[in-house]
């Protein structure tokens, strides 16, 4: 079982639509909590950072993380054809920051 | 403009001829680290440095060389390269606080 989840995708939706990425994790230790995003031929870019349980919000984007669950979210609102991009969650903890655990990534196609 | 900057940025190469994959980064930052990124794999860390002369293993070392002789550049050598190293590379440095920045990938195909 790998140590981080994501779906594939691809996600698909309309111009304007609420959109929710996910991740599940295994090793409960995981204490930071990364959404990166990535267009197609660049180098991914760091979207948002989050400690712990609770929620982050960042203009049309919100993090959202369940410890309990071992569950990350990310959520675009409104979104537009350039959030189209395969978005990656990481995650570390104390002590192994030097050690950043990606899941596989979700491509997403937002559709004018 | 802070960035990180990797070359070549394509490569197309054959079994056993050694090459290096360049990596420097503008930004003073001590960390740096190199990633490939493989379909159904994502991102896996091959090698990480925290400062000048200092690097260690991360999960995909095997096949791989890094130095690190200035702060600025983190060079990738493939001593003697074989199919399975086909793939993406990233190079990324990090700030004090945690957030990487990647270079815009290089893409390595042994034939």
């Known amino acids: 079982q790998k140590e981080v989840e994501q779906d594939p995708g691809p996600l698909s939706v309309p111009e304007g639509a609420i959109v929710s990425l996910n991740c599940t994790y295994s090793?409960?230790?995981?204490?930071?909590f990364m959404w990166y995003r990535q267009y197609s031929r660049k180098g991914p870019e760091l979207l948002m950072y989050t400690y712990s349980s609770g929620n982050k919000e960042d203009g049309r984007f919100t993090a959202q993380v369940d410890k309990s669950s071992k569950y990350i979210s990310l959520f675009i609102r409104d979104s537009q054809p350039s959030d189209s991009a395969t978005y990656l969650c990481a995650m570390t903890y104390h002590g192994a920051t030097n050690k950043l655990i990606f899941g596989t990534g979700t491509l997403l196609a937002v559709q004018p | 403009e802070a960035q990180v900057t990797q070359n070549p940025r394509y490569l197309i190469t054959v079994t056993g001829k050694k090459l290096t994959v360049t990596c420097s980064q503008n930004?003073?930052?001590?960390?740096m680290s190199w990633y490939r990124q493989d379909p159904g794999l994502g991102l896996r860390q091959i090698y990480y440095?925290?400062?000048?002369?200092?690097?260690d293993k991360g999960d995909v070392p095997e096949g791989y060389k890094v130095s690190r002789k200035e702060k600025r550049n983190f060079p990738l050598i493939l001593e003697s390269p074989s199919p399975n190293q086909t793939s993406l590379y990233f190079c990324a440095s990090r700030t004090g606080l945690g957030e990487l920045f990647f270079g815009e990938g290089s893409r390595l195909t042994v034939l």
């Open positions: 930004m003073n930052h001590e960390y």
């Open positions: 090793n409960s230790a995981f204490q930071y």
């Open positions: 440095s925290m400062n000048v002369e200092v690097t």
